[in-house]
């Protein structure tokens, strides 16, 4: 067997068995090796930035690392911006990057490029297979950093290793180190503050904000009156029944003004909160002069484990379910008339049924959403994490993949949409139960309102080129149709809803572009 | 005024008055700066891998550098692949990527990333202007980077450099420092080489490729009896009544078979030739042992002086002109029923206008091309230079917008052209002059061609779901359309020959969709 047999030897071993791909020459002996191992299911993007955000939205949704297949630099740079996202969201990945033989390297041919330099930034781990002989070694490497980190793990992978001879030998699952324990006085701090009637404000991140989890922290944000939020978590369990952290607002006077209260921060996963963007001015860090921030548990470490504690300390385990409402369709009317975007969040929140996931990147168009989320049926929501556009398509087809049983919603901005347009063939080839709804506003909105906080309001000619995305518009049903995937348009809330309805009670992708008012 | 403006004002002062851009928020002070300098051209991409492929061709065809507008780490990302392509082109580009202000840097903000470690692998040059007083002096400096190397300049602008206050201040074009001269001893041996009798190979790219400069090449091959090779040149002027040099071979023996004979090798331009990948047991150097390589010019000289200098020590500027036969439509049959690439090919070589730009992303499709290029009406052929897939569509409109008065002719091949489909926008958008030849075969056929160079004739499953691009099928007419471009699918040879000729009496894009037999 060759060097690229064991390389999937050992993801196979370590549960690793789906690998979003798009391969190159390099990489040819690897394809030859996963053509041999039928329980590798290989997903194809026809770009990288979808083999990468599939990828995450696959982790995310799975709990576990899906392998990735990249060619050379270039194929690895067009993944890096969703893998800045999942970076950003430390979504467990394991990409295997093909370069070429060790000794051809000195050639610098076409394709030669530095990819370690390209790999660390949206990496947490980077290595390189050196020979056949140590592949195993490196890939364990690669898989462990990527499950305990967790995070993003870059596996380089040679020609001449992958087509290099290596005996066979039995491979068992590694064995993951144990996760750290938090500092006792962290958590000494933390129960003192929470006890101390300091206004408290608790940030959830990473695993933290699951439905289980959200429930041990409801409780002790009712037991002791902290706030929670959510600092950009990645896989956020949302709807009726479910404890509702606040997120902290992207607008950055919204965020000042919600975080102006608070005398002590307890991060719990997430981290101390600051803007999105510098402004002249403005502040950087949210949180106000003089608040105590305790750094309870970061994204390394068993975050339930760690709120069980909390709430052992604190005694709030006892208390009642810290429940939000029950939703109710009839609690919301049906929306009529213009199509605007709190039209479609209103018919979605009636719609969406219980266990959806929702794949968001629908950026200024879906406010309304945030604030109807605890009233919809429960569900999954995955956000942008990094504020890399070009997420949503293929992300959603990646927890289509890891939830074959379960509806995906995808709300999509237009502009950030045609990055990884090419996603909608993915979803079309692997039949993948995705609702897409596109929000068309035509332009880069969110960029319209940064413009006016710079001081411009009247857009010239060179502004107006660079922020409307007019002139031609985009028909995104002609999109999803050159691409495999059933599209209808809507122009009212009541077209809307009703080709929403269609797309929910039918299986397989479904593209509805919302043309918004 | 601020340091943004006086960044366009230094890029307008050195005529680079095009800018291709997809901005975000860090970037929205340049852009209202651009706005306020409606001299400066903006061409929006709906994704950066557009956006720098475009400026490649445009300063392939302009002879200068555009700028390119991205935004941060992701942005830039986005935009790698296509920088790969024109760093092996070296071309001329000057990149403004945006950053956070210096100060918010160690926030780590969600966008937040190691810009300089993406930039350095495609990149010539790389600087950060770290407030507004630098970013002239950065600013040109990039810019004679770019000009002179020549190649990928990439200039970080943090936002706090961009918004910070400057005093108006008188520019000028800068002064370019004078291009190198060749070593004596390089020269002398290159004539006595070409004196010697010895089977001596030249290795012409970068200037060297265009019409006058290989009339002067021509010539010395004529008058001493050296072939002429040419090593994937960024702009190879075509065509009857040109000198033709030979381009090295992709496939490794056919390379090796066409070099087998040589003695010497003279680069002007060129390098060394090297195959592109390597496979176990084959050569990565092309040249026969014992070859002995005389390198005369690189891409910083100054090529036409280096051919003339060498055209006087040998005296062959009084022999004739170097000329192919001229092509007369007649000669070639038009192509009848089954749609082959090479019917296509025979089609477009009769058809081709004088002054044509064809824009050549046909991969493995397109092979009788350069068997009839001599024979073609005088044309300017872009090829992908770097082998990163990707850059055709939007190669072919950048040059457009260098050369409004030219038709632009791109082939491409339909998995490379997903890549960056979003550039026929752009090409709507500009209502650029380019007709697309989609070659639709349905798969990554190199690639099929390079697993049976491993040995794999019978794909499996798995093999099969990454090679081939079927089910479903793209439909490019529809993709066209939704991007608002006009497009025809053609199924015979007749067919394709009505819409060739109908899509070259038009002016504006417009995409035929060639289904392959």
Chains 1, 2 share one sequence.
Request: glycine content about 10%.
């Amino acid at each position: 067997m060759n060097g690229a047999d064991r390389l999937c030897d050992v993801l196979l071993a370590n549960d690793v068995n789906v690998c979003f791909a798009n391969p190159g020459t390099s990489e040819m002996h690897f394809v030859a090796a996963l053509d041999r191992k039928p329980e590798m299911r290989c997903v194809l993007g026809l770009f990288e930035g979808v083999v990468t955000a599939a990828a995450d939205g696959y982790a995310r949704m799975a709990d576990k690392p899906a392998a990735t297949l990249l060619h050379l630099g270039p194929g690895l740079a067009n993944g890096l911006a969703n893998l800045h996202n999942a970076r950003r969201a430390r979504t467990p990945m394991v990409n295997v990057v093909g370069d070429h033989a060790t000794y051809h390297l000195g050639y610098d041919a076409p394709l030669t490029s530095d990819i370690e330099s390209l790999a660390r930034p949206m990496s947490h781990w980077v290595g390189r297979a050196t020979s056949a002989a140590n592949i195993r070694a490196k890939a364990e490497e690669a898989y462990i950093a990527a499950a305990t980190k967790p995070g993003i793990s870059t596996l380089i992978l040679p020609a001449d290793a992958a087509w290099g001879e290596v005996e066979e030998e039995p491979l068992q699952r590694v064995t993951l180190p144990s996760r750290p324990e938090v500092a006792p006085e962290a958590l000494r701090a933390a129960v003192a503050a929470l006890r101390s009637g300091r206004k408290t404000a608790i940030f959830l991140g990473g695993r933290a904000t699951r439905a289980d989890t959200l429930e041990i922290a409801g409780k002790i944000a009712a037991g002791t009156g902290a706030a929670l939020f959510t600092e950009r978590a990645p896989r956020w369990q949302r709807g009726a029944g479910r404890v509702f952290p606040k997120p902290v607002p992207y607008n950055i006077e919204l965020a000042v003004a919600a975080l102006k209260e608070f005398e002590t921060a307890i991060l719990i996963g997430g981290r101390a909160p600051v803007s999105f963007f510098a402004y002249p001015g403005k502040p950087g860090r949210l949180l106000p002069e003089g608040c105590e921030v305790i750094e309870l548990a970061g994204i390394e470490h068993d975050l339930q484990h760690v709120l069980d504690m909390l709430a052992d300390e604190l005694g709030t385990r006892h208390l009642g379910a810290a429940q939000t409402g029950a939703f109710t369709a009839r609690e919301l009317a049906a929306p009529t008339g213009e199509l605007t975007p709190a039209a479609i969040s209103v018919a979605v929140a009636r719609a969406l049924p219980e266990g959806a996931i929702i794949a968001d990147e629908s950026i200024t168009s879906a406010g309304r959403f945030l604030e109807l989320a605890p009233h919809m049926a429960p569900h999954d929501h995955l956000p942008l994490t990094g504020g890399s556009i070009g997420i949503g398509i293929p992300l959603a087809a990646g927890a289509a993949v890891a939830c074959p049983d379960r509806k995906v919603v995808a709300l999509q901005a237009d502009g950030s949409g045609m990055y990884t347009v090419q996603g909608l063939w993915t979803q079309a080839r692997e039949n993948l139960d995705v609702l897409t709804i596109v929000f068309s506003n035509r332009g880069y909105s969110i960029l319209k309102g940064e413009m006016r906080n710079v001081g411009v309001n009247d857009f010239g000619h060179n502004a107006r080129r660079m922020l409307e995305i007019e002139d031609p518009t985009l028909d995104w049903c002609s999109l999803a149709k050159g691409m495999g995937v059933e599209a209808a348009r809507a122009e009212t809330a009541e077209e809307f809803t009703k080709l929403l309805d269609a797309g929910l009670s039918r299986r397989g992708p479904y593209l509805i572009e919302a043309c918004l008012a």
